[in-house]
């Protein structure tokens, strides 16, 4: 296992609005959690690229609509710095800092620009020589360079992450959820936003020690926003997606890798439909 395969953990693309794009930590790749244990620390430089065409949308009862969808290019350039420490043996640790970057056109609008900032830890041990499981947790920020780039609330991002190896394959994932605070501006309603649940899950062939093709599965439901003022639910404020696809890692080197996908939508609700590329670069220094 070279390092900069197990060096890109942790990504995800931040809950937003419901956008086909935005499947919470669905940037990740092949081998995003084959993590060590007992290591020197390292650093780690990531930056993402994701861009969806979504010419489509579901609506409320799961019929895929045509002309209501949108089109969004986001990135995030992102720290990490690997550790362990002598007093916790056999249990590696990450701590992250990342900027996400945005940029959207739909219905006539055209803006960019910086959004949420997020930062957090994770940890990670090996039941055996084959398989890592771990958790993660992040704060994200409330604010941006524009209102419309961010969210309007401080969230929490946490999963439990898992891979397992095998000779010739590889299968890694996650499950977890997305919990927001309150959303609150001087003269408006106030709203609780919903609780997102996600899940990702990669499963890979080795081909060569170069290329590794690999199959993707993105699903993500998200409860309805609730109005506090009004003391009800938002109409159609809930959705879900289920998103499927299929790219390849390149192992460039021992210290760089380069990962790219396709995925579309297979299932929807209150979404627009997936379309999406996305694109990884990870550079891995002492």
């Not at 089109?71 to 995030?76: E, F, K, L, V």
């Not at 941006?144 to 898992?162: H, K, Q, V």
């Amino acid at each position: 296992m070279v390092l900069c395969v197990f060096a890109s953990t942790l990504s995800f693309i931040p809950a937003r609005k419901a956008a086909a794009s935005d499947v919470t930590l669905g940037i990740i790749g092949p081998h995003e959690y084959d993590l060590p244990v007992d290591f020197k620390p390292f650093n780690v430089l990531v930056q993402y690229g994701d861009g969806n065409a979504a010419g489509s949308y579901y609506n409320s009862g799961g019929q895929r609509k045509p002309g209501e969808g949108s089109h969004t290019w986001a990135g995030m350039t992102k720290y990490v710095h690997f550790r362990t420490f002598d007093a916790i043996p056999h249990v590696g640790f990450a701590f992250e800092l990342i900027q996400t970057e945005s940029y959207n056109l739909s219905n006539g609008t055209n803006y960019g620009g910086l959004g949420p900032t997020i930062v957090g830890p994770a940890a990670w041990f090996k039941p055996n020589l084959h398989s890592t499981f771990g958790i993660q947790t992040f704060m994200q920020t409330n604010s941006g360079t524009r209102d419309a780039l961010t969210p309007g609330y401080w969230s929490n991002i946490s999963s439990l992450i898992f891979d397992y190896e095998w000779k010739h394959f590889s299968f890694d994932g996650d499950a977890g959820t997305v919990v927001g605070g309150g959303k609150h501006k001087t003269g408006e309603h106030s709203y609780s936003p919903g609780v997102v649940f996600y899940s990702n899950l990669r499963f890979s062939w080795k081909a060569t020690k170069l290329v590794e093709p690999f199959f993707a599965f993105d699903w993500q439901n998200v409860t309805g926003t609730y109005d506090r003022t009004a003391d009800r639910y938002l109409d159609d404020s809930n959705s879900r997606e289920v998103a499927l696809g299929t790219g390849i890692m390149f192992n460039i080197a021992r210290d760089f890798s380069l990962t790219a996908r396709y995925s579309h939508s297979v299932e929807g609700r209150n979404i627009p439909e997936s379309n999406a590329y996305y694109i990884k670069l990870v550079y891995l220094w002492p």
